[in-house]
């Protein structure tokens, strides 16, 4: 109010104020398009102000809804590209004119088609083993006396091996829905990486998958960091499984922690076939596999990778995959160090 | 409407009949994409409301031609809106064929319910989506009267011409695999047909345009490699 010589009429700002919402908006008198904000014009042409926007907008229901009562909302595709999906809704304003907003709801309806593919891929990862499991069972009920005694045995390995197998998607389905949750807290203990590092691939060696094929190079003083020491120690025996599981038989998994300026450098490298460069985008999405029965024999969930992502996106870093086939495959995750995040 | 000054009732009646033929274009395109889903999901229910709906359709293109009747008498020495006036007519006949057409789809869905398992189905929804995205810009150079976009949107129905064509190899191919898939794959055929109609129609749509805003007819358009040798 004390500013009185430069009143502006909200009619005046309208064009500036509508185009600076980034979701098309339109101002309608009847039918005719008064005004079009800068996002409309992107979708429906430039063309659509002062003509009807049931030229632009065709769909039978949008249609209806403009001719009818005078406000509501409708769904509506093929505005635009055909996959997008969009709502309509109309509201009053003032005597005839009304005011239309187009919602995009393509990203919830690619979510949700993302979240039922999860959902058909988790269940159809447990039926398998569960399958085998079954059918082992009746074929041992069936079987009779200690002549069968070295099939059974045979045969309880392999439903133990299936077992575990469920067990493993289990719990790594449960930490990563676990990571998931803590997703917006950053890790609040500071510690040592080097000896996380260290005690990792002890537990790998004593598992008894590596053979005497890890080659460590850690750092002479502690490397600190704001981390989940849990979640650091199940990314390197992720990442270090994999290098030990499709790497060549018998070469080596260089694991190498290095202090490069604020932050801290993990790279775990191994000698093998590689991955193609057109699955590497894809590797991180969960049970995407470059070779599923090859992946599934050596006892891979299919979730790791989706794993490593997540811890790592929570700890703020960064994952690098670099792979050239015939040669091997680089894994490279970069922490921020404990100066940084404070 | 009141708000806005001097306006003609003539003027008024041009828009009101591009209004039409625009609530005609929108009820044939939501005809097609639910066609092609009622076939994908054999849904026959959802078939059999698309062929009451044409009706909607039908009844619009008369409403349309009695409205040209009516213009072309008041606007007789106006040749730029006579020209419009009739591109309107004739755009209108031709989404009333789209129509048709997607109603001869949607007939044919509970003919197929039984047809599982033929791969060309998998190519016609692909095809179906090509259709729809031409027919749309069509009715989008229309209600923006694009001249330019027009001959974009004439030349990019080789787009369906090629599906057309690879699906004729497709089922082709399937029916002399196996007799038992000839009735299934001649109705595919048929839709995927209606389909390759369909896009020529939403050709002449853009043809239209180009003539109402121009005055001259579009030339030759490109086209993509004719089943038949002599064209259709």
């Known amino acids: 109010m004390a500013h009185a010589g430069k009143i502006v009429t909200v009619e005046e700002d309208m064009p500036a104020l509508l185009d600076a919402f980034d979701m098309p908006l339109l101002l309608i008198d009847g039918f005719t398009v008064e005004r079009a904000n800068a996002a409309a014009r992107r979708l429906l042409g430039t063309y659509v102000e002062g003509e009807d926007l049931r030229l632009a907008i065709r769909h039978p229901d949008a249609t209806g809804l403009l001719s009818g009562s005078g406000e509501g909302s409708a769904q509506l595709g093929g505005l635009g590209d055909p996959e997008r999906r969009w709502e309509m809704e109309v509201r009053p304003l003032g005597q005839s004119r009304r005011l239309v907003r187009l919602i995009d709801h393509s990203q919830a309806a690619a979510a949700e088609r993302m979240r039922t593919d999860f959902v058909a891929n988790a269940s159809h990862e447990l039926r398998t083993p569960l399958a085998t499991l079954m059918g082992f069972i009746e074929t041992l009920e069936e079987a009779n006396g200690t002549n069968d005694a070295a099939i059974r045995m045979r045969f309880l390995g392999i439903m133990g091996g299936e077992a575990r197998r469920m067990q493993r998607l289990i719990d790594d389905l449960m930490s990563l829905s676990r990571i998931e949750a803590d997703r917006y807290v950053r890790p609040r203990e500071s510690i040592d990486l080097a000896s996380t590092v260290r005690v990792a691939c002890a537990e790998i060696e004593a598992g008894g998958i590596a053979g005497g094929r890890l080659r460590l190079t850690l750092p002479d003083s502690p490397l600190l960091a704001r981390a989940d020491s849990s979640q650091i120690s199940q990314l390197i025996h992720n990442i270090v499984g994999n290098a030990l599981k499709y790497g060549r038989e018998g070469g080596e998994v260089k694991v190498t922690l290095q202090a490069d300026d604020g932050s801290a450098l993990l790279l775990v490298e191994d000698e093998g076939e590689g991955i193609s460069r057109d699955h590497l985008p894809r590797l991180t999405e969960r049970f995407y596999r470059v070779d599923a029965g090859r992946s599934r024999a050596v006892g891979g969930t299919g979730l790791g990778l989706a794993i490593v992502k997540h811890i790592v996106e929570r700890h703020r870093g960064r994952l690098d995959i670099a792979s050239t086939p015939g040669i091997g495959t680089r894994v490279s995750v970069v922490l921020p160090r404990d100066a940084e995040i404070l | ?232």
């Not at chain 2, 030349?155 to 002399?176: C, E, G, K, P, W």
């Not at chain 2, 109705?187 to 853009?206: P, S, Y």
């Open chain 2, 1 to 232: 409407m009141a708000t806005v000054p001097n306006i003609r009732s003539a003027d008024f009646d041009l828009a009101e009949l591009r209004r039409l033929v625009a609530e005609m274009g929108g009820l044939a395109e939501a005809a097609i994409d639910d066609a092609v889903a009622a076939l994908t999901h054999r849904d026959t229910e959802s078939a059999a409301a698309i062929v009451k709906a044409d009706q909607r359709i039908d009844a619009l293109e008369a409403e349309v031609e009695r409205r040209v009747v009516r213009l072309i008498g008041l606007r007789a020495d106006q040749p730029d809106e006579l020209r419009e006036i009739l591109a309107a007519l004739k755009i209108a006949g031709v989404v009333e064929r789209m129509g048709d057409y997607a109603k001869n789809i949607a007939k044919r869905v509970p003919l197929l319910v039984e047809a599982r398992g033929i791969e060309p189905l998998a190519i016609l929804p692909a095809m179906a989506r090509a259709t729809s995205e031409i027919v749309h810009a069509a009715l989008d150079t229309f209600a923006a009267r694009d001249a330019e976009a027009a001959v974009r949107v004439a030349q990019s129905d080789a787009r369906v011409d090629d599906f057309y064509n690879s699906l004729f190899r497709a089922l082709l191919t399937y029916m002399m695999e196996n007799p038992h898939n000839i009735t299934a794959s001649a109705h595919l055929l048929f839709i995927a047909k209606n389909l390759e109609r369909i896009g020529d129609h939403a050709t002449n749509v853009a043809e239209m345009v180009y003539f109402a805003a121009t005055g001259e007819q579009m030339g030759e358009r490109t086209r993509g490699i004719d089943t038949l040798t002599d064209g259709n």
